[in-house]
């Protein structure tokens, strides 16, 4: 399908290069139909038996991003991006709704098994051990999210450099989920740092 977009859209190779931690942004609003499209995108990412456990809130209310800011121990990149998504994972929402996850194009019998099976293991864990195992699959789209802001112009910085208690009490969010990430972005007003990575020989091992 065609992608519609006001912004000229990178490769996906020139979206990893350019991506760097951007802390200040233009004040400007973001038009809906990129932000729509950044969440096509990210839908798209693979998940463990397709569970999808990723949620996102899009915070674009000033008084609200004061206070994610003030929860975030006063990192100013917050207030100055015009839209901060919180990356989250709800396990308990995936429990709860097993069969929308499950393929469409699988025969009844076969749907009613894997929602079953899924029942099974999951339920036979605790809600942390749950949560923990969500957010692994949420961190996928985490990267996704990164990248596709990236690949649409834009920029970000992911940030876990808050109080976890504090947004939850702000958004109204549930004791389970897990945060994957506070992700203040928009257009880029500051120059991110030059990349510092460990050696591929450090990283990867070839057999
Ligand atoms: C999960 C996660 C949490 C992070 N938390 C913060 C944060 O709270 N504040 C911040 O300024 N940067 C934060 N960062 C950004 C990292 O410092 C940055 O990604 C890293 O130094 C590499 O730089 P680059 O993103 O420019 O390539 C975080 C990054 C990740 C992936």
Do not use: C
Not at 115 to 125: C, Q, R
């Amino acid at each position: 399908m065609a992608i519609q977009t006001t912004q000229k859209v990178l490769s996906v190779k020139d979206a990893i290069e350019s991506r760097h931690s951007i802390r200040r942004f233009v004040q400007e609003p973001l038009p809906k139909e990129d932000l729509n499209q950044i969440f096509e995108l990210v839908r798209l990412a693979p998940s463990a038996w397709n569970l999808q456990p990723w949620r996102f809130h899009v915070v674009t209310d000033s008084d609200l991003k004061e206070k994610l800011q003030e929860a975030a121990y006063g990192q100013q990149q917050v207030t100055s991006a015009p839209a901060v998504i919180l990356a989250i994972s709800d396990m308990e929402d995936v429990l709860a709704n097993l069969t929308e996850t499950v393929h469409p194009g699988l025969p009844d019998d076969r749907k009613q098994q894997e929602v079953a099976n899924l029942s099974s293991i999951f339920g036979g864990m605790s809600v942390e051990e749950r949560a923990q195992w969500g957010l692994t699959q949420t961190n996928i789209a985490l990267g996704f999210l990164l990248l596709a802001i990236e690949g649409l112009g834009y920029s970000s910085v992911p940030m876990l450099g808050f109080d976890q208690e504090k947004v939850k009490e702000l958004l109204d969010l549930p004791e389970h989920i897990k945060f994957a990430s506070m992700v203040p972005f928009g257009r880029a007003d500051a120059e991110g740092y030059e990349h510092h990575r460990l050696a591929l020989d450090k990283t990867v091992t070839f057999h």
